[in-house]
Nanobody
Framework: QVQVVESGGGLVQPGGSLRLSCTAS????????MAWYRQAPGKQRELVAA???????NHVDAVKGRFTISRDNAKNTAYLQMNNLKPEDTAVYYC??????????WGQGTRVTVSS
């Protein structure tokens, strides 16, 4: 089993910044992908960014140039640096830890609200 815990959400004004953190712990073996998803009110959960343990990175078009995913493999921790936040970024942000055939795990989510 793997436990996934996010932190760092909050209320921020448009144009502001936040950094989310996600730490995975437990039975972590081999290659994996850590990813951030978000779910806005009334919408489906969507991918924001992902980074594999060997360094491959993806950011969706809506956040390119504003959000950056990074990770510290030694700490099994991923970060999402969010700059120039917009009201449409308001959502609950979830961390996903995917160990492929060894399991797929979600955190409880952290709320981000962008409002003046």
């Amino acid at each position: 089993q793997v436990q996934v815990v996010e932190s760092g959400g909050g209320l921020v004004q448009p144009g502001g910044s936040l950094r989310l953190s996600c730490t995975a712990s437990g039975s972590i073996i081999g290659a994996n992908i850590m990813a951030w998803y978000r779910q806005a009110p009334g919408k489906q959960r969507e991918l924001v960014a992902a980074k594999s343990s060997d360094g491959l990175t993806n950011h969706v078009d809506a956040v390119k140039g504003r959000f950056t995913i990074s990770r510290d493999n030694a700490k099994n921790t991923a970060y999402l640096q969010m700059n120039n936040l917009k009201p449409e970024d308001t959502a609950v942000y979830y961390c996903n830890f995917n160990q492929f055939n060894r399991g797929n795990y979600w955190g409880q989510g952290t709320r981000v609200t962008v409002s003046s």
